[in-house]
C-alpha cells in the first residue's frame, strides 16, 4: 500500500489495539496438512524432502506473512492440523491457545517447531472431519460466552496425494456446511496430488501448485484471507471471488501467489 | 460546503484483489442550519457494486432537499424525513437498474450496497440506515460518544442487510447540545472502534464496552483545518491505518 504521511493529529493508536483474547469478534482459520509417507519424496529440488519444504513454508508463514494480514494479525485464531496414518493430530503452536481448543491467537506465534516425518497414509476424511468439528466447538464456546465472528470460518487442506480411505461420509458434511454458510474450504494440491479426486473434494476451491514451491501454498492462505474479509456471499460467488482475484486483471496466478 | 467533509479511501485488500473502491460517501446542505450525511458501502462479492454504491448516493442528492422541505424538526417528523427519503431511493435504485446508463449489466445484486444516512440540524441529529455503519460523536472536550454502532445481526459480524424496497431500516434520533462534531463511517473504519468483552458475574461474558478511538478526533481536527480530502484519504488508505482491516473506508465528517 501506498505510504502517505498522516495530515497532523490523523493517527491510528497502537497502544488502543486490543489483545486478540480481549477483543469481541474473532475469525477462525484452520490448516489441514498432509503429513503421510510421501511427504518425505523429494520436493521442488532433488535434495530437499517435501516435508522439509513445508516445514520451513509454515515457519515463514506463521512468524512472518500471517502477521500482515489484518483478519488474522488483529482478532485471528488458526488451528493447525497434520494427518497421517488414522490419526490427526492438532499441532502445538508458539504463543497463547485458546481454552479447550486447538485454535492458537494468530497474533503471538512467533516460532514454529518443524513438523516430523511419518510412513503413514493420508486419511482425508479423519482430518476434513476434524477440522469441521474444531470450527464447531470453537464457535460453540465463543457465542457461549458473548463474543461473535467477524467472518465465515475459513479451512485450507494441503495435501501431495489422495486419500487412502472413503471421503464421501466427509464431504456430505463438509458440503452442508458449506451451503450452511458456516465454512469455507480450499484444497492445494501439491508433488503427487491426485487431481481428480481433488476437484470431486473441492470443486470450486482446488488449486493444484504442483509446478510451483510450497511456499507458495502458504501464500495463498494469507492472500484468500485477505480477499475474503468483508464478504458475505453463497459458497460459490465466495469461492469466484478468491479464483476471480487469482486470475483476472492482469494478475497472473503466479503473480497472485507472489502477493503482488 | 463549510464545516463538512466527506472522502473514500481504497482498502489494502482490494488493491489486491484488483477492485476499485466499492464505499461512496457525500454531505450536503439540505437548508444553511442543517447538513446530510450519506455512506454507502458496495457489497464485496457483488461485481457492480461501486456503481451501486455511487448510484445510492447520487439519488440521495437529488431528492433529500425536495424531502427536506416536508420535514419537521422533531423526533417523528425526522424519522418520517429518513423513512421517506430511503423508500424513495431504494425504489429509483431498483429501477435504476436496466434503465440507467451504468446499470444495464446484471441484477439488482449485482449492484448491492449499503445506505446510512444522518440529519444534522444541531442540536438534533438523526440516522437512518439500511445495512452497517456506525456514528461517532466528540464534544469540545475532545470526548467521543459512539452514537450508533456497528454491531450488526447474524452469525457473522460481516453479515449485513443491502439497499432495497424491503430492508429494515435502523433508525436513531438524538437531541444533544454536548456534541460539536459528527464521523458517519461505513464498516471500513470499524476496527477503530474498540469493542470488549466484560465479565459479568450474573449473565456470563458479553459485548458491553465500546470505544471510539482517538483517531476520531484527529479526522475531526484535519477536517477542521480543511486538510483537502485526498491528503485524509491517501493516508486512511496507507498501512498505519489499512493493517487493521484493510477494506475500504467512507465516511461523512460535519462539525459545528
Known amino acids: ?260 | 460546503m463549510p464545516n463538512a467533509l466527506s472522502l473514500t479511501a481504497i482498502g489494502s485488500s482490494h488493491v489486491q484483489r484488483g477492485v476499485p473502491c466499492q464505499d461512496s460517501s457525500s454531505t450536503l446542505a439540505l437548508d444553511p442550519a442543517t447538513h446530510l450525511m450519506v455512506v454507502a458501502d458496495g457489497a464485496g462479492s457483488a461485481e457492480y457494486s461501486h456503481i451501486g454504491s455511487r448510484r445510492a448516493v447520487e439519488l440521495v442528492s437529488a431528492f433529500a432537499v425536495e424531502h427536506w422541505r416536508q420535514a419537521t424538526l422533531s423526533p417523528e417528523g425526522l424519522r418520517l424525513f429518513l423513512q421517506g427519503l430511503l423508500s424513495h431511493v431504494a425504489h429509483e435504485f431498483q429501477i435504476s437498474v436496466g434503465n440507467d446508463s451504468r446499470m444495464m449489466d446484471g441484477r439488482l445484486s449485482d449492484y448491492s450496497t449499503t445506505l446510512a444516512l444522518t440529519v444534522v440540524s444541531w442540536p438534533w441529529i438523526a440516522y437512518g440506515g439500511i445495512g452497517d455503519a456506525f456514528l461517532v460523536g466528540a464534544d469540545p472536550d475532545d470526548q467521543l460518544h459512539l452514537l450508533v454502532s456497528p454491531v450488526k445481526e447474524g452469525e457473522f459480524r460481516n453479515e449485513t442487510e443491502f439497499l432495497n424496497a424491503g430492508a429494515t431500516v435502523n433508525y436513531r434520533i438524538f437531541l444533544d447540545n454536548t456534541l460539536s462534531g459528527l464521523v458517519l463511517s461505513t464498516d471500513g473504519l470499524e476496527k477503530f472502534i474498540e469493542e470488549r468483552v466484560v465479565e459479568d458475574p450474573v449473565q456470563g461474558r458479553r459485548p458491553v464496552m465500546w470505544a471510539p478511538s482517538r483517531t476520531f478526533v484527529g479526522l475531526l481536527a484535519a477536517a477542521q483545518q480543511n486538510t483537502p480530502p485526498a491528503e485524509i484519504s491517501a493516508a486512511l488508505s496507507g498501512d498505519e491505518f489499512q493493517k487493521r482491516k484493510g477494506d475500504d473506508i467512507g465516511v461523512s465528517v460535519v462539525w459545528r
Not at chain 1, 513454508?57 to 494479525?73: C, K, W, Y
Open chain 1, 1 to 260: 500500500m501506498p505510504v502517505a504521511p498522516a495530515p497532523a493529529g490523523l493517527r491510528a493508536y497502537e497502544d488502543e489495539i486490543l489483545a486478540p483474547e480481549d477483543q469481541a469478534t474473532r475469525n477462525l482459520v484452520v490448516i489441514l496438512i498432509d503429513n503421510s509417507g510421501s511427504m518425505t519424496e523429494a520436493g521442488s529440488s532433488p535434495n530437499r524432502t517435501r516435508l522439509a519444504e513445508l516445514n520451513d513454508a509454515l515457519r515463514s508463514f506463521l512468524t512472518g506473512t500471517m502477521h500482515d494480514v489484518p483478519q488474522l494479525e488483529m482478532n485471528g485464531e488458526i488451528a493447525i492440523a497434520a494427518f497421517a496414518y488414522r490419526r490427526v493430530d492438532w499441532l502445538a503452536l508458539d504463543g497463547k491457545q485458546a481454552p479447550g481448543s486447538p485454535f492458537y491467537y494468530a497474533r503471538y506465534i512467533r516460532s514454529f517447531t518443524p513438523l516430523e516425518s511419518t510412513n503413514g497414509k493420508t486419511p482425508m476424511d479423519l482430518a476434513i472431519d476434524a477440522g469441521l468439528q474444531a470450527i464447531e466447538n470453537r464457535k460453540r464456546s465463543l457465542a457461549a460466552t458473548g463474543y461473535v465472528h467477524e467472518s465465515r470460518p475459513v479451512m485450507f487442506l494441503l495435501t501431495d496425494g489422495e486419500s487412502s480411505a472413503d471421503v464421501s461420509n466427509a464431504l456430505v458434511k463438509l458440503r452442508a456446511a458449506e451451503e450452511a454458510k458456516k465454512v469455507l474450504f480450499f484444497a492445494l494440491g501439491v508433488g503427487n496430488a491426485n487431481d481428480g479426486e481433488m476437484q470431486k473434494i473441492a470443486p470450486d476451491s482446488y488449486y493444484s501448485l504442483k509446478d510451483q514451491p510450497i511456499e507458495n501454498c502458504l501464500r495463498f492462505v494469507s492472500g484468500s484471507i485477505g480477499v475474503l474479509s468483508g464478504l458475505d456471499d453463497t459458497p460459490t460467488a465466495m469461492y469466484a471471488a478468491v479464483r476471480s482475484a487469482n486470475t483476472q486483471t492482469n494478475l497472473s496466478a503466479e503473480a497472485f501467489l507472489k502477493g503482488s
